[in-house]
Each structure stands twice: as structure tokens, then as C-alpha cells.
């Protein structure tokens, strides 16, 4: 059974930093997801693509509206996909989410081809 676990969300003031975290668990983590990604979504909004990597390695993919700020970065060895979220802002307030696609096709940020997703984790950021 696969299954994608997060955690590291909380509550942070502007300028600060989260470490969120992915377990996956189920599959050998690079042999079986071909892509991963975290997706956000905040109240009233759609769920958008922040960060995506290929779990073989290569350049990640940001969302122009993370870039510089956040980092993706995953240790195959613990299975565990993770996002660095530094000079947090109020407007990156959301429900986190980890997803995983077996073949990824079409654009990274379309959450449509994601096969599996996990729960999600509260991030808020205060002004």
C-alpha cells in the first residue's frame, strides 16, 4: 500500500523557516514514484505547484513564486522527500501537500497526473 506521510508544518512569523518532510512508504521510494512534488492550497484557491524533482536526480522545478526562497531535496536512502521554506511569507499560507506521479506527463504543476497524495500540513505565516 502506497502511502505518502507529511510533516513539519506549523505556524511561523514572516521571515522565518519550516523544514516540511514527505515519508513515502509502501515502495522503494526511486524505484517505483518517478516524480515528486509539494503542492499548496490556500483557502478559497486552487492547488498549485510549488516544487517538483525527479527521484533519479536532476534540476527541480520551482514555481516562480518560491524561487529563491524554497528548496526541494530528497534522500532516497530514508525514502523521504523534503521542502526548505526560508523567508516565509504571509501569502505562502496554506494547506502543504506531498505528491507522487509514476510517469510523469504534461506539466509538473498540474496536479491532475499525481497518482498518490498525502494528508497535507497547515503552514501559517503571520505579518
Known amino acids: 500500500q502506497v502511502q505518502l506521510v507529511e510533516s513539519g508544518g506549523g505556524s511561523v512569523q514572516a521571515g522565518g523557516a519550516l523544514r516540511l518532510s514527505c515519508a513515502a512508504s509502501g515502495y522503494t521510494y526511486s524505484n517505483y514514484y518517478r516524480y515528486m512534488a509539494w503542492f499548496r492550497q490556500a483557502p478559497g484557491k486552487e492547488r498549485e505547484g510549488v516544487a517538483g524533482i525527479y527521484t533519479g536526480g536532476g534540476s527541480p522545478n520551482y514555481a516562480d513564486s518560491v524561487k529563491g526562497r524554497f528548496t526541494i531535496s530528497q534522500d532516497n536512502a530514508k525514502n523521504t522527500l523534503y521542502l526548505q521554506m526560508n523567508s516565509l511569507k504571509p501569502e505562502d499560507t496554506a494547506m502543504y501537500y506531498c505528491?507522487?506521479?509514476?510517469?510523469?506527463?504534461?506539466?509538473?504543476?498540474?496536479?491532475?497526473?499525481?497518482?498518490?497524495w498525502g494528508q497535507g500540513t497547515q503552514v501559517t505565516v503571520s505579518s
Open positions: 505528491a507522487a506521479v509514476r510517469g510523469l506527463k504534461g506539466r509538473w504543476f498540474d496536479p491532475g497526473p499525481y497518482n498518490y
